[in-house]
């Protein structure tokens, strides 16, 4: 295996993982702002008070994306699967 393969296949894997985990971090990201914004504005300074919304909503956005999520990782292992023999020789 090339100095290059080995490049490229990291680089796919890192932009795979990207791909995947965006729609997740997102989600909870903007869960978190707008619990931060709420508790500003009515100062509650529970920090607990995060916790169960983002929870819920990473729970409700692997449930909507988890199907997807899976047929991009198994597209993925499957190309990695069928490159073997062009790595190896």
């Given at each position: 295996m090339s100095l290059g393969t080995a490049i490229q296949l990291a680089r796919s894997s890192v932009l795979q993982i990207l791909i995947i985990a965006s729609p997740i971090l997102i989600i909870?990201?903007?869960?978190g702002l707008i619990i931060s914004?709420?508790?500003?504005t009515t100062s509650i300074q529970?920090?607990?008070?995060?916790?169960?919304?983002?929870?819920?909503?990473?729970?409700?956005a692997l449930f909507l994306f988890g199907p997807w999520m899976a047929s991009l990782l198994v597209a993925f292992t499957e190309s990695l699967f069928a490159q073997i023999p062009a790595i190896v020789r």
């Open positions: 909870a990201m903007a869960v914004i709420l508790q500003a529970e920090q607990t008070l995060t916790f169960v919304p983002k929870i819920a909503a990473i729970l409700l």
